[in-house]
């Protein structure tokens, strides 16, 4: 199609003109400013027509998308403007829509977009194109051959004749589709909020403007509006700065304003209060809140970032700095105690009815997995940030990615991929509905996979997609074992998070039927390789409290645990040297006789101080693998250990039971 957007195409698509109560007015599928301006515009009869029971259904027409529904808007709530106009649009549309929309939600075709008289209800995501209760339709593409079977599924309607197909233009255009009153379409610069021909009540939309997207709690900083034209009267509005936990004890400044008749602009002055609480890095949100026509906004909820003067840490240290025994498991009593004189698939399978209990285990969320990484993955060092597993360091909660930018972003890793696992989301995975709102789950639910906690980790939004969907291994056998230094362009063979990814996806293996880790790297829906590589990693990166204090926060979501850094040595019972032999759980927890013993200095050179024993105590030292390397048939109140570096486990005992402490010798 040539691209003189002032020509009129005239392309009929429907014989009811204008008679319909509600119709598509333009559409804006694809555009040149990352997605950001997409808009469905629709237009009524009547100005300031609500729109309660009507609905907009978004179908794919791929051949991957089955013409079927894949987005919905509902309309209730909502009415048109003065001019019969209701703009749906991304964030970066100007003037602001009325109904925002996920930035690049809207596919570019060969694809639908459908008005319906009807309830969300009727649409769950899938749902075959259909013409039951529908009051408008355009079939739209971006160059793109026609979609016959969405065409023939339209023209069915007695109400249309002879559907076609419009296209917007080739990909990235700066374009849109919109509607003549006679009920063709031409494609010409997009018009949100404005109608088509030019005539209507004129706008006058307002810009808010700030010149830094960040301050530190105590600074000040102006907010500027300006009206695209002197305004005919005084125009008095209110604007609000509130986002979740900053609100109006966090600032001080006049949020009711007024443009002077005859004037386009107004500014007010904004100071951060610092309240010396550590609350983490903040946003607010500046938005209108009673702009009334013909006075709209350009822009709306412009964030602008607070940086907290007081930061907290966690007693515990972190990945690269691990600390020992200094957080509990939180795990209830007798958690494992159904694993003892176990072996072989016996074992296995009592693990999996711990893990995977359809009584107890819940299932949240896509969404919701951000809260719960932003506790579990905190930085111990900065309560503001979380810790980035393979790059090793903290990034702001605030950076997450939320669109196609990664630099400088934080995204969710799938340890075992997703494309390897054939875990998927779904429409609901998008609604963070918290803690108290869940679905069961059990062994056989591999599609909850999808937002396991226990199998997701904060990541470098950059280095996710160096990962994809690699197996862990050598790279040079084509696998991930962690970054390369863009500097020596080498891999930092010394990073902290291998056991951490190791246990992770052994846990997927034992939680849901279908998955498996295997040697070498296989091409095999449901498997991950390399194992041999994963229990070196397991065994040579053993838990830290940065995991214990993970495994405790997903616990309290999930109501599961991954037992593999509780019980480090029962991944030697299932995959590695003790396969085959029974398992007892008494070198690998705590017994609560012996729980207020402490070990210092951990990590130590050789000599260990040991309080809190209360009797005559033998010792056993033991490999991180549980193999016995010396026995002390009297404890008093230090070990003189003569160790290579490395983890060790000392079970200490008297007659009333048993504890275990891990040891690290420098």
Not at 433 to 438: E, P, S
Request: aromatic share 10%; charged share 25%.
């Amino acid at each position: 199609m040539k691209k003189n957007f002032t020509l009129i195409l005239f392309l009929v698509v429907s014989i009811s003109s204008f008679s319909q109560v509600l119709v598509i007015n333009e559409l804006d599928c694809d555009n040149v400013s990352a997605e950001l301006e997409e808009i469905v515009e629709i237009k009524s009869q009547t100005p300031n027509f609500p729109t309660d029971g009507y609905i907009i259904v978004f179908f794919n027409g791929s051949e991957n998308g089955g013409d079927s529904s894949y987005y919905l808007v509902d309309l209730d709530g909502f009415q048109t403007d003065n001019n019969g106009l209701l703009v749906i649009g991304g964030e970066g549309v100007s003037p602001y829509p009325q109904i925002t929309i996920p930035n690049n939600i809207i596919q570019n075709g060969a694809d639908a977009v459908a008005i319906y008289q009807a309830s969300p209800d009727d649409f769950p995501e899938g749902t075959v194109a259909t013409i039951t209760n529908l009051v408008d339709v355009l079939i739209y593409d971006t160059n793109d051959a026609d979609d016959t079977t969405l065409i023939d599924i339209f023209n069915d309607d007695p109400n249309f004749m002879d559907i076609q197909q419009i296209s917007e233009g080739s990909g990235d255009n700066p374009n849109s589709i919109q509607r003549n009153n006679d009920g063709t379409y031409f494609v010409d610069t997009p018009t949100p909020r404005r109608l088509n021909d030019g005539s209507g009540i004129p706008i006058n939309p307002i810009t808010i403007s700030v010149l830094e997207d960040e301050y530190n709690e105590g600074d000040s900083f102006e907010i500027t509006f300006v009206a695209e034209s002197n305004v005919a009267s005084d125009v008095n509005f209110t604007i609000s700065l509130n986002r979740f936990g900053f609100n109006t004890a966090d600032y001080t400044g006049n949020v009711n304003l007024t443009i002077p008749n005859g004037q386009n602009t107004i500014s007010t002055t904004i100071t951060l209060l610092d309240d010396a609480e550590s609350e983490g890095e903040e946003v607010l949100n500046i938005r209108f809140l009673d702009l009334e026509e013909p006075i709209v906004a350009s822009n709306n909820n412009i964030k602008i970032r607070v940086v907290d003067s007081t930061i907290e840490t966690s007693p515990w240290g972190t990945p690269v700095n691990p600390t020992f025994n200094q957080v509990t498991s939180s795990q209830p009593n007798n958690y494992y105690d159904s694993l003892d004189g176990l072996s072989d698939a016996d074992l296995r399978n009592a693990l999996q009815n711990i893990v995977a209990d359809p009584n107890i285990v819940r299932a949240h969320t896509y969404t919701d997995v951000i809260d719960i990484l932003t506790n579990a993955d905190e930085n111990p060092e900065n309560n503001s940030e979380v810790w980035l597993v393979y790059l090793e360091k903290g990034r702001s909660k605030l950076d997450r990615q939320t669109g196609s930018v990664l630099e400088g972003k934080w995204s969710r890793e799938h340890t075992f991929p997703q494309d390897r696992a054939g875990y998927f989301g779904i429409e609901e995975d998008q609604i963070g509905d918290g803690i108290d709102v869940f679905w069961d789950t059990e062994a056989d639910s591999l599609r909850h996979g999808f937002s396991d906690a226990h199998a997701l980790r904060v990541v470098d939004a950059r280095e996710n997609s160096s990962r994809n969907k690699k197996h862990y291994g050598p790279p040079s056998l084509g696998g991930y074992a962690g970054p390369i230094d863009d500097t020596t362009m080498e891999l930092d063979t010394e990073g902290s998070f291998y056991g951490d990814v190791a246990r992770s996806v052994l846990y997927l293996e034992i939680r849901y039927n279908g998955l498996q880790i295997v040697d070498g790297y296989p091409e095999v829906d449901g498997q991950l390789g390399d194992l041999a590589t994963l229990l070196d990693w397991h065994r040579n990166d053993p838990p830290d409290d940065f995991e214990m204090n993970r495994n405790n926060v997903i616990y309290e979501w999930q109501r599961n645990r991954n037992p593999f850094i509780d019980q480090p040595l029962l991944v030697e019972y299932i995959w590695g040297n003790n396969v085959g032999d029974t398992w007892m759980q008494s070198l690998s927890i705590e017994d609560e006789t012996l729980s207020e013993i402490t070990i210092y200095p951990n990590p130590t050179s050789g000599r260990i101080y040991i309080r809190g024993l209360k009797s005559e105590n033998t010792a056993e030292l033991f490999s991180i693998d549980g193999k016995l390397l010396k026995r002390y048939n009297a404890v008093e109140d230090y070990l003189d250990l003569d160790l290579t570096t490395g983890i060790y486990l000392l079970k200490l005992n008297n007659g009333n039971g048993s504890a275990v402490k891990k040891i690290v010798i420098n």
